[in-house]
């Protein structure tokens, strides 16, 4: 049972690049989220999904898109870097609304240079 | 509007001793407080909560008080060990069909042995 999956784990990226950072859950939650976290600061909420097909936009989602086809997947996509994206970005799931316990991922630390 | 600010930011601790971290709050929509512990490179995980209708949780050596009237709720961690230093979160929930958790500044705690 590998829980919430993150890859890459780093990555650099050039400004004006995109790129996907991929999330994997296999404990059937129906509830994903993506955070971000910049240094020394809390986790700030990008985009959650409650289930397959349903997304929404949490607090900071400008510069971001998801998609979730699937129960298991939760991809977030960069379309053009910029440097106020350098952070450490976690995915985490959660059963749903009834137990409100989260499960994150270890992160991917992503630079914009 | 920082809807949840925690205190102190840093805070270290003699082995053996209490370590007290504080969370106030605005929002009187939030229903739900947990607290996450966080160790470097990895995600949070959840230490301990509570729900509005009880003042306190004790879970081992963490002790959750919560005051509603004050809007605040601090984490207690008695006689504190080394293995506890880590950066401790609150993360109160809004009573919401995303079950989304909204993250304090953040708490890094050291105990010295």
């Known amino acids: 049972n590998a829980g919430v999956t993150q890859t890459p784990k780093f990555r650099i990226l050039k400004i004006g690049q995109s790129m996907t950072l991929q999330c994997a859950q296999d404990?059937?939650?129906?509830?994903m989220y993506w955070y971000r976290q910049d240094p020394g600061m809390g986790l700030k909420l990008i985009y959650y999904?409650?289930?397959?097909?349903?997304?929404d936009k949490g607090e900071v989602p400008n510069g971001y898109n998801v998609s979730r086809s699937t129960t298991e997947d939760f991809p977030l996509r960069l379309e053009l870097a910029a440097p106020s994206q350098t952070s450490v970005y976690f995915c985490?799931?959660?059963?749903?609304?009834?137990?409100?316990?989260?499960?994150f991922g270890s992160g991917t630390q992503l630079s914009v240079l | 509007q920082q809807q949840v600010k925690q205190s102190p930011q840093s805070l270290i601790v003699q082995k053996g001793g209490i370590s007290i971290i504080n969370c106030a709050y605005e929002?009187?929509?939030?229903?739900?407080f947990p607290w996450y512990q966080q160790f470097p490179g990895k995600g949070p995980a959840l230490l301990i909560a509570?729900?509005?209708?009880?003042s306190e949780k004790k879970e081992g050596r963490f002790t959750i008080s919560f005051n509603k009237s004050a809007k605040q709720f601090s984490l207690h961690i008695m006689d504190s060990q080394p293995g506890d230093s880590a950066t401790y979160f609150c993360?109160?929930?809004?009573?919401?069909?995303?079950?989304?958790?909204?993250f304090g500044g953040g708490t890094r705690l050291m105990v010295k042995p």
């Open positions: 985490a799931s959660s059963p749903g609304r009834v137990e409100e316990k989260l499960f």
């Open positions: 404990m059937n939650h129906n509830y």
């Open positions: 999904s409650v289930g397959a097909g349903i997304t």
């Open positions: 929002n009187t929509a939030f229903d739900y």
């Open positions: 509570i729900r509005p209708d009880v």
């Open positions: 993360a109160p929930r809004v009573d919401n069909a995303g079950n989304m958790l909204t």
